[in-house]
């Protein structure tokens, strides 16, 4: 079963998707870039779900702090935030592997995650 590594500081989007996913993946989650970091440690997501506006470490320095990682630098990563602006849109798709708004419906979500899983192969 595929891994996904979901980063939010909102418990309710983490209980959203681990509840509508977990039939299907299997889902880690976190509630701050810092506790992703010690996930990171040992577990190995097939993707990761990073909110970027987060306390402490936001999703930007959590994605530097990933992306340092050897054996994390072709993980995908999407981000999934309520920033709607065209600079962190813009940044987040440059960046990561996809750019989702909250609200998100969660077919469109599992979509774009099997999207990236199919061109992974």
């Keep these: 079963m595929k891994k996904i590594l979901v980063v939010d500081d909102d418990p309710d989007i983490r209980y959203a998707i681990k509840e509508s996913f977990f039939t299907e993946y299997d889902i880690i989650s976190a509630d701050s870039g810092k506790k992703c970091l010690q996930i990171l440690e040992t ?5 990761i779900l990073l909110d970027i506006m987060m306390p402490d470490m936001n999703g930007w320095e959590t994605f530097t702090k990933i992306r340092e990682r050897s054996s994390f ?3 995908p990563i999407i981000f999934l935030t309520a920033r709607r ?3 962190a849109k813009k940044a987040g798709c440059f960046l ?3 750019y989702i708004e909250k609200p998100f419906e969660i077919n469109d979500l599992k979509s774009r995650i099997e999207k ?5 192969k």
């Design 73 to 75: 630098r072709n993980t």
């Design 43 to 47: 577990k190995n997501p097939d993707v």
């Design 116 to 120: 990236i899983f199919k061109n992974r």
């Design 85 to 87: 602006d065209d600079t």
């Design 96 to 98: 990561g592997d996809d």
